[in-house]
């Protein structure tokens, strides 16, 4: 982006969806109201204040009633999260925008950015849930739709301290969309960011599947699409000629993890995938990297699948196989969606392994899903144990 600041447009300029999308605009004293919550603060308070208080109100149902409510701390000096807290629901709020938010015409110097992610889940459990129809609140998310907000806000306010060039001559303009965590909503929204909301560009979604439809539509539509979550090889292909990712795909994470075992003398391991292209993918990696004409250099990689979708009586077979094999070595390969519903099976899994003492002190197990981690902060209290002989492989993004 080119530039030079517009002295017109001191302003955050954002949209949110709500049975079609609003947008609206923000003087210097933000004052996020309504449909997405509130941010307080101006540029001498947060100079003054080592943190801020955030607040986020959740998604208004079709009554016009909000869901739940979500605060968050943003440490100004870290520039990090703290811990959030979640409130209660509550039935306050109407379905109609705030008086103070206006709907603009577009300008010349505006870029719109579509974003689609995960803000609720129809997988989730909640108070005064009647059915599968109606979603919950994915408050894990709402942290990410705060930092949105923010660098949004940092980036049009062109805050020198993140290197942004104070010449640029581009504003902003968000396009949030919730894909409830399903392939039909998610679709719909990709169209209408595309079609109604002409879009620049988009950012997500989250799960690596509808990542490979949005992609093809975004291709289709030649509007670039950015992930910063899918990983998996499948989409490293010519059809999805418009997408890109800021997270290195699986090629990356298995030739570490071939290389680690090459270095601990390992000639034989198994992996477990999750049933789909996704774990073929993986399956097929992992044997390009660990294969070697070298005979010494050479590691065997079993495969054994199992349905992410499904509970700990169908996944059983699964354990029993790599039972049978008496494998040392194992690498955990999860889908990359990091839902409850993964969580749940990988708990069933990592139960089942511990019964039939496929997981014991003398087993390795390896991980490379960056949520996995956080998973054990949840897990029971006799799986704590694996972290002492288990192996995380991570991601980090070095300064040039």
Same mark, same amino acid.
């Given at each position: 982006?080119?530039?030079?600041? $517009?002295?017109?447009?001191?302003?955050?300029?954002?949209?949110?969806?709500?049975?079609?999308?609003?947008?609206? @605009?923000?003087?210097?004293?933000?004052?996020?109201?309504? =449909?997405?919550?509130?941010? %307080?603060?101006? !540029? %001498?308070?947060?100079?003054?204040?080592?943190?801020? *208080?955030?607040?986020?109100?959740?998604?208004?149902? %079709?009554?016009?009633?909000?869901?739940?409510?979500?605060?968050?701390?943003?440490?100004?000096?870290?520039?990090?999260?703290?811990?959030?807290?979640?409130?209660?629901?509550?039935?306050?709020?109407?379905? !109609?925008?705030?008086?103070?938010?206006?709907?603009?015409?577009? %300008?010349?110097?505006?870029? *719109?950015?579509?974003?689609?992610? *995960?803000?609720?889940?129809?997988?989730?459990?909640?108070?005064?849930?009647?059915?599968?129809?109606?979603?919950?609140? !994915?408050?894990?998310?709402?942290?990410?739709?705060?930092?949105?907000?923010?660098?949004?806000?940092?980036?049009?306010?062109?805050?020198?301290?993140?290197?942004?060039?104070?010449?640029?001559?581009?504003?902003?303009?968000?396009?949030?969309?919730?894909?409830?965590?399903?392939?039909?909503?998610?679709?719909? $929204?990709? /169209?209408?960011?595309?079609?109604?909301?002409?879009?620049?560009?988009?950012?997500?979604?989250?799960?690596?599947?509808?990542?490979?439809?949005?992609?093809?539509?975004?291709? &289709?539509?030649?509007?670039?699409?950015?992930?910063?979550?899918?990983?998996?090889?499948?989409?490293? +292909?010519?059809?999805?000629?418009?997408? /890109? *990712?800021?997270?290195?795909?699986?090629?990356?994470?298995?030739?570490?993890?071939?290389?680690?075992?090459?270095?601990?003398?390992?000639?034989?391991?198994?992996?477990?995938?999750?049933?789909?292209?996704?774990?073929?993918? &993986?399956?097929?990696?992992?044997?390009?990297?660990?294969?070697?004409?070298?005979?010494?250099?050479?590691?065997?990689?079993?495969?054994?699948?199992?349905?992410?979708? +499904?509970?700990?009586?169908?996944?059983?077979?699964?354990?029993?196989?790599?039972?049978?094999?008496? =494998? $040392?070595?194992?690498?955990?390969?999860?889908?990359?969606?990091?839902?409850?519903?993964?969580? !749940?099976?990988?708990?069933?899994?990592?139960?089942? &392994?511990?019964?039939?003492?496929?997981?014991?002190?003398?087993?390795?197990?390896?991980?490379?899903?960056?949520?996995?981690?956080?998973?054990? $902060?949840?897990?029971?209290?006799? @799986?704590?144990?694996?972290?002492?002989?288990?192996?995380?492989?991570?991601?980090?993004?070095?300064?040039?």
């Amino acid at each position: 982006l080119s530039c030079s600041i $517009n002295p017109n447009r001191g302003y955050i300029s954002s949209a949110y969806q709500m049975m079609g999308v609003i947008s609206w @605009y923000f003087p210097f004293m933000v004052n996020f109201e309504g =449909l997405t919550g509130m941010v %307080q603060y101006d !540029d %001498q308070k947060v100079r003054k204040q080592s943190t801020i *208080r955030i607040e986020l109100v959740n998604f208004v149902e %079709q009554d016009g009633k909000f869901r739940g409510k979500h605060i968050s701390w943003f440490d100004w000096m870290s520039n990090v999260f703290r811990k959030s807290e979640e409130e209660k629901l509550y039935n306050g709020g109407v379905s !109609d925008p705030p008086h103070n938010f206006v709907v603009p015409e577009r %300008q010349e110097n505006e870029l *719109r950015i579509g974003v689609l992610h *995960r803000f609720t889940n129809r997988d989730l459990e909640c108070e005064g849930k009647l059915d599968d129809t109606k979603p919950c609140p !994915d408050t894990d998310s709402f942290d990410f739709l705060s930092t949105v907000l923010l660098a949004t806000h940092f980036f049009n306010t062109r805050r020198e301290d993140f290197g942004i060039p104070t010449q640029c001559n581009k504003n902003l303009s968000l396009f949030i969309y919730d894909t409830e965590n399903e392939e039909g909503t998610t679709f719909d $929204n990709i /169209m209408s960011l595309i079609k109604n909301d002409q879009v620049d560009v988009l950012v997500g979604p989250l799960n690596t599947g509808y990542t490979k439809t949005t992609s093809i539509i975004s291709s &289709a539509f030649k509007v670039p699409q950015i992930s910063y979550a899918a990983r998996s090889n499948i989409l490293d +292909s010519d059809i999805y000629t418009h997408f /890109m *990712r800021v997270v290195p795909d699986f090629e990356f994470t298995a030739s570490s993890v071939c290389a680690f075992w090459r270095h601990q003398g390992y000639h034989v391991a198994g992996i477990l995938i999750p049933e789909g292209a996704h774990g073929e993918s &993986a399956k097929k990696t992992m044997t390009k990297h660990c294969s070697s004409d070298v005979e010494e250099d050479h590691i065997r990689v079993y495969a054994f699948s199992f349905d992410p979708t +499904s509970s700990k009586t169908t996944n059983v077979e699964a354990i029993e196989s790599l039972q049978k094999t008496r =494998l $040392n070595v194992v690498l955990y390969v999860g889908s990359g969606e990091n839902t409850l519903k993964e969580r !749940d099976v990988f708990y069933d899994l990592i139960g089942t &392994a511990i019964e039939t003492e496929t997981l014991s002190s003398s087993t390795t197990w390896h991980f490379v899903d960056w949520y996995i981690k956080d998973w054990f $902060n949840f897990a029971p209290a006799e @799986y704590k144990w694996l972290l002492s002989g288990s192996f995380f492989f991570d991601i980090k993004v070095r300064k040039s």
